[in-house]
């Protein structure tokens, strides 16, 4: 009896385990490594950023928007995974698209964002980027490629995918 | 007695894996439901939006009432595709165009966000709206890597609030095309 208590157990585990979401998502690896577009953007103060500005360094770049739920939902994780890389040499960018600095600034009341936040207007970096939904986030190495894409939300504070961008470095 | 319980649970593990392959939810806090297919690692998603919540969405985007009608009175879905793969091999790729549904003995497409967008003029509608569209509405094409990729976004289905149709879904997964249909699904109407 034991025998088949410990087999229920076990296919009931494994069942579990099929159904469910990888606790492990990380990101694809992007073999051929494109270089990405640089892009020239304000930031919430007027500040003009371009993508060579962080050249040398690994970047983290979300594309997002306020209205888009697995936005909302990765995104205090993003700013959990910024406390965690700040003082690593790791930049990290979240790309609004399509709304203004006070709709941004309304949002970040309740979803604080400590790292630069870009606003992309008109949809010019995004339409250039290759990009199918909000949110991607793409990683780009300290030559300015792009090495691994994330379509969809992802933890951004676990130790396993941050890894990946430190060992960019 | 050993193998009656070895048959039970042999039992109890596939009655599980054809529960999952299609299910229906009524979601408990928005009482709106849920359609969800599960096969070979791709998940599909399928959740009522009531008329009205699509109507206040693009209104606050810029759309104005007519259109926004136009769209929410189009049987419109919050739909999310997942690959769920661990195979590092395993890529799932989407075409609406391959998608189809049925509706009284009609085969019909369905509505495409290229197919609305073409409708528009820049009098009707500018040029933020049309972003938000795009990037609100589900891709028409789209590819799903393993390592956890979904993505969602709103797809029209046509019908008037109310109807009732059958899906016809198709993916690819690497090269074998699968596909399912999803029957009986309800278009809600405005509460």
């Not at chain 1, 870009?118 to 909000?134: A, H, M, R, T, Y």
């Amino acid at each position: 009896m034991k025998f088949y208590i410990n087999l229920l157990a076990f296919l009931t585990g494994l069942l579990f385990t099929a159904n469910a979401h990888c606790a492990d998502m990380l990101m694809t690896p992007l073999t051929d490594k494109p270089p990405a577009i640089n892009f020239k953007l304000q930031d919430m103060d007027g500040k003009i950023h371009q993508l060579s500005d962080y050249k040398g360094q690994p970047v983290i770049i979300n594309f997002w928007a306020t209205w888009c739920p697995p936005c909302r939902e990765e995104l205090p994780s993003m700013n959990r995974g910024w406390a965690k890389i700040k003082s690593d040499g790791i930049a990290m960018i979240a790309i609004n698209v399509g709304e203004d600095e006070d709709t941004i600034f309304t949002f970040t009341g309740d979803y604080p964002i400590d790292f630069t936040v870009l606003l992309d207007l008109s949809g010019e970096v995004i339409n250039q980027w290759p990009i199918k939904g909000l949110p991607t986030t793409f990683v780009i190495d300290p030559q300015g490629r792009i090495v691994y894409r994330a379509i969809g939300g992802r933890q951004w504070d676990a130790e396993e995918l941050l890894n990946l961008v430190r060992a960019l470095k | 007695m050993k193998i009656k319980y070895f048959s039970l649970l042999i039992g109890l593990l596939f009655i599980q894996v054809s529960y999952a392959d299609i299910s229906k939810t009524v979601l408990p806090e928005s009482k709106l439901i849920e359609w969800k297919l599960i096969e070979d690692n791709f998940e599909l998603k399928l959740v009522q939006r009531l008329p009205d919540q699509t109507r206040s969405f693009f209104e606050g985007r810029g759309f104005s009432k007519n259109i926004t009608n136009n769209i929410a009175n189009s049987c419109v879905f919050q739909t999310i595709g997942r690959n769920n793969s661990k195979d590092k091999q395993q890529t799932i790729h989407v075409s609406l165009k391959k998608w189809f549904i049925k509706i009284d003995q009609q085969r019909l497409p369905i509505k495409l966000k290229e197919t609305w967008d073409k409708q528009w003029n820049d009098e009707q509608v500018n040029s933020a709206s049309r972003l938000a569209f795009r990037w609100a509405t589900f891709p028409t094409e789209q590819s799903f890597e393993p390592n956890g990729d979904y993505n969602w976004g709103m797809i029209s289905f046509g019908p008037q609030p109310g109807s009732v149709f059958d899906l016809y879904i198709e993916w690819q997964s690497n090269d074998q095309t699968k596909n399912a249909w999803i029957k009986n699904i309800m278009c809600p109407k405005d509460r």
